[in-house]
Structure formats: structure tokens, C-alpha cells
């Protein structure tokens, strides 16, 4: 109902009755004021008139009912250890595809390689519980479908320059505004669920903390609507999923990384390669090329300009 009620309001920039909105949504007044008291306790601000309501605006709080329209599960929490944990125990309590678990912050939030992931109040927190009817090997190309369609949607909301780099991580001006972390599991060939967290810092600024990053508010100069933020990634996101056509995946997402003809270095848990980034294949695979001219692919890591 607080979905239906705000949509009314938000379509008209005039005061509508509670007469007319309870007609419309074939609720009594009652239950109207008492919805739209709610709204108001929780931030919005709603005119209330004797002639009825007027809406003016909303806190960016990432309420589940702002995203109903998206198709999606939404878990929302004001605080969490971390959405990953949350969302591995909803999947395995067998909750539907297309779940997300939203957090406003994080008390542990992780990153990759056992990394912490700074999760302060501003930033953008969730874990996506995905069960796509595809092979185990084909399920790295739904994280690259994720990067891809979140450098995009920022670039399309925010006019920056926000571009992929391998293996999942979001930078603008070379610093770092996002990154993924995607846990699975599966039985035999099929995948049982893809848990796809992805931290965004859009009004938080992490930079002190962890100097190669920024945030969308520190790069733009003004306050980023978390809200609009992933309800526009939501929707893309959805609907290039259930189109379920990964074909165009990887040859898209180079078209928009930093990381091809780059010096790198690539760390993972047990080792260390060096060299130039010369392409990223059909499994998701980095391949660089070493001093020696080998071509070595590389699947896991995380990855440093040198
Ligand atoms: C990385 O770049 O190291 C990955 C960071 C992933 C952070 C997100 S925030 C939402 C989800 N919950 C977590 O604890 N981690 C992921």
C-alpha cells in the first residue's frame, strides 16, 4: 500500500484528497491517513492539508517498497553483519530467484581475498540471490554481466566515465567506487544459487581508510540518490537476466575496462604473476602476456596497475 500511495502522490505535484486516494486505491481514509503518518515518521515529507496531501520529497533510504515495481524479492535491513551471510541463509532456505538483501550498512562487511569491505552509512550494500538455469561454467558470466551493467547504469545516470576492471571491480579516474564479491553453490553440473554482493560507494567516503578509492558523491560533488542508484540497476539488471543470453557478455564488457594493454600484477592467495594485459577470453579468463612473451590465462585474482 505505502508503494501505491507514493506513486499517486509522486504523479502529481498539486494536493490530492483523501477522498480521491481512497477511491483510487479502494482503501478507507482511515487506513490512508494512518499509511501516510507512516511515511512521514519515517522521513517523507508529505504535506497534510485540510484539502488533502501533497508530496514534496523522500529520504534516501533504501525502504522496500520503493523497488516493488523492479520484480524482485527486497530484504531490507538497517544494519547487518554482512548481506553475503543473510543472503547464503535465504538461498538455502530455498527463497526465490531474483532476491536481493539490501543492508544500510555493514558491521562486517567482506571483500575479496578475505579482505574487509568498508560498509559506513552512505554507501550502497547488497547481495543478489540468483538462480540462473545455466551451467556451473557459465556462471562467471553473470558477474560480468552485473559489472558491466552497473558501470553502465552509472554512466548513464551520473554522465562519468565509470568503467570495468577485470576481474569485477568499478573504477572512475582510476579509483575504485565498486566491487563484487560472488559466492555459489552448486550440485554437480547445476547451480543451485549465485550470491552476488556488490558495495558501492556513492555518499560514504572510504578514502581514508583505503587511498585507491573514491566514492560517486566525492567524484560528482553532490549528494548521489542511493534510491535511483539501484532501482535503475535492478531493472537493467533483471531484464538482461531473464533474457538469459550471455553471448555478448564478455566482448561488451571489454569494450568498457581499463584493463586491456595495461601492466599488471596479478595477486592471488597462493601467488603473485606479472605482466601486460593482453585480453580477457570467453570463460572470463585473464590472459597476459609475461616478460618472456608466454601468454598465461589466469582465472582468479586481484589485479594492480603497475
Ligand atoms: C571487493 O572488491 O573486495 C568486493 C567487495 C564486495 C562488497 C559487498 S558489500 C555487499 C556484500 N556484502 C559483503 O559483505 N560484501 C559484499
Known sequence: MKARILRKLRTQDTIISGEELSATLGVSRVSIWKHIHKLQELGYHILSTPKGYQFISSPDILFPWEFVDQGWNILYFPEVSSTMDVARDQARKHCPDFTVVIAGRQTKGRGRLNRRWLSDDGGLYFTMVLRPPIPLQLSFKVSFLASLTLAKVIRKMLQIDAMVKWPNDILVDERKISGMLVELEAEADRVFFIALGMGINVNNDPSGAEPGASSLKKITGREVSRKDLLARFLKEFSYWMKKANFDHVISEWKKHTVTLDRHVR?????????????????NGALVLELADGERKKIVYGDCFFI
Open 266 to 282: 596479478i595477486v592471488t592467495q597462493q601467488a603473485e604473476s606479472e605482466g601486460l594485459a593482453v585480453d580477457v577470453d570467453e
